[in-house]
């Protein structure tokens, strides 16, 4: 298994997502990986950590989230690994559900999450998305 930790989806993994179709509920499992000091392109911003980066843009993503039908569903730090091996550690998990993955793709390419994005590059080292439906195992 080949696990790429990155930190922006790809223009075609947006439009596969979308290739799939339909309008139900999806449910996006983040698995995060903070910096340890935030890495902004442009200067003038205060030295933090890139949790407290991230946290910058947490604040102004989950409104834009809520008010378009979306909902978090959990968030937590990540204390261990239990079953697997991977050679680092995700720093957080958050399970978000969007009302469809077209809104998903709406909220992601939105020009507000454009300029608030640049708080999440500086904070993450990668992340995994990974999009699941309702249906059970």
Not at 18 to 39: E, Q, S, T, W, Y
Not at 68 to 85: N, P
Request: hydrophobic residues 40%; negative net charge; proline residues 5%.
């Amino acid at each position: 298994m080949n696990v790429e930790n990155a930190v922006v989806p790809t223009g075609d993994q947006l439009k596969s997502l979308l290739a799939m179709g339909g309008d139900k509920p999806i449910v996006m499992v983040n698995l995060l990986k903070f910096r340890d000091k935030a890495r902004y392109d442009e200067p003038g911003e205060p030295e933090m950590t890139g949790r407290e980066a991230y946290d910058r843009y947490g604040r102004v993503m989950a409104p834009l989230v809520l008010a378009k039908g979306g909902k978090l569903r959990f968030s937590s730090k990540v204390d261990a690994l239990v079953i697997g091996e991977v050679g680092e550690l995700w720093d957080a998990v958050a399970i978000m559900e969007y009302p469809s993955r077209a809104a998903f793709v709406e909220i992601a390419t939105s020009p507000e999450v454009q300029e608030i994005g640049r708080h999440r590059k500086a904070g993450l080292a990668g992340q995994l998305l990974i999009q699941c439906s309702e249906a059970g195992v």
